[in-house]
């Protein structure tokens, strides 16, 4: 068993070294994040998406346990929060935000590079496929969950066509399943495009925590912040025995499923009109708790 210091130090340090560097960047230029959002969502990640599900050689069977293990923890938790939010009396705006914040975890810009760190190469590649299918949750239960705080059901739904990810994962599935290859031209763009989403989603995690404030924020913070990081990870050990995961594939879908809440979650509401204040602040709350409860749970799976 590894140590809860030795994880913090050197699994988890890395991301938050990052995160805080470009704090500070922030607070000496003021960067624009809203921009950077958009080239991460409409762009970098589209292209990751595209990249792993064409070259992946994991078996289909694995491929679709690493899916319903995404789908699975986000629509459980999706539940539980919905539960949580109708017993407290949580109003329209903030139970949509509160399902937001709790229903996907930072699987990407945090996970990638912790099951990396944490199980090396058969865990990034996992960890990538899970990433993949948390943003098709993302792109259709996130944008609908953003959206209906104030848009009808009928334009929520239209909202999940308006990100490329989906397209990506469809025309990736298709290039595998047909052996096929891009021109060698692109292919060289798509492959620096996908380089570039980890390095760039981070420095989004760090914009956004460098400007969010949790104060004010009461109960409610505090729940969604519990239910990422305590709820989430009971979620992850249940759902993988039931669906019989075994070795780095269980380890590292315990990992994902116990994130924080994701940075896409602030994109979405901040793109759709849900509470993006709250959500930032689950954001912040969890990745800075993460530190601990992390520490903790890969101290135990190693």
């Not at 919905?82 to 017993?87: D, H, M, P, Q, Y």
């Amino acid at each position: 068993m590894t140590s809860a210091l030795s994880v913090a130090v050197n699994i988890l340090g890395p991301v938050f070294l990052i995160i805080g560097l470009v704090v500070i960047l922030n607070q000496r230029f003021s960067l624009d994040v809203r921009t950077v959002s958009r080239i991460v969502l409409y762009l970098f990640s589209p292209c990751l998406a595209f990249n792993t599900v064409a070259r992946t050689e994991l078996r289909i069977e694995e491929l679709g346990l690493i899916l319903a293990m995404a789908v699975g923890s986000s629509l459980i938790m999706t539940l539980i929060g919905w539960g949580l939010a109708r017993l407290l009396g949580f109003g329209r705006t903030l139970e949509s935000a509160f399902l937001l914040s709790i229903a996907i975890a930072n699987a990407g810009n945090y996970g990638m590079p912790v099951n990396e760190f944490a199980f090396g190469p058969p865990g990034l590649e996992r960890a990538v496929l899970f990433n993949v299918a948390m943003n098709v949750v993302a792109s259709t239960l996130g944008i609908y969950l953003a959206s209906r705080g104030r848009a009808s059901v009928r334009r929520s739904l239209l909202n999940i066509l308006a990100l490329p990810m989906i397209y990506a994962i469809v025309l990736g599935l298709l290039f595998n399943v047909q052996q096929w290859a891009l021109p060698l031209p692109v292919q060289r763009v798509v492959d620096l495009l996908s380089q570039a989403t980890v390095p760039c989603m981070l420095l989004v995690l760090g914009l956004q925590l460098s400007r969010t404030s949790l104060k004010g924020k009461g109960g409610p913070l505090v729940l969604a912040i519990l239910a990422r990081l305590v709820i989430a990870p009971v979620v992850g050990f249940a759902l993988s025995g039931w669906l019989g995961l075994t070795a780095t594939t269980r380890l590292f879908a315990i990992v994902e499923t116990s994130m924080p809440a994701a940075v896409v979650s602030t994109l979405m509401a901040q793109e759709f009109g849900s509470d993006a204040e709250f959500v930032s602040s689950v954001t912040l709350g969890s990745t800075l708790a993460s530190l601990i409860s992390l520490s903790i749970l890969l101290s135990i799976l190693m």
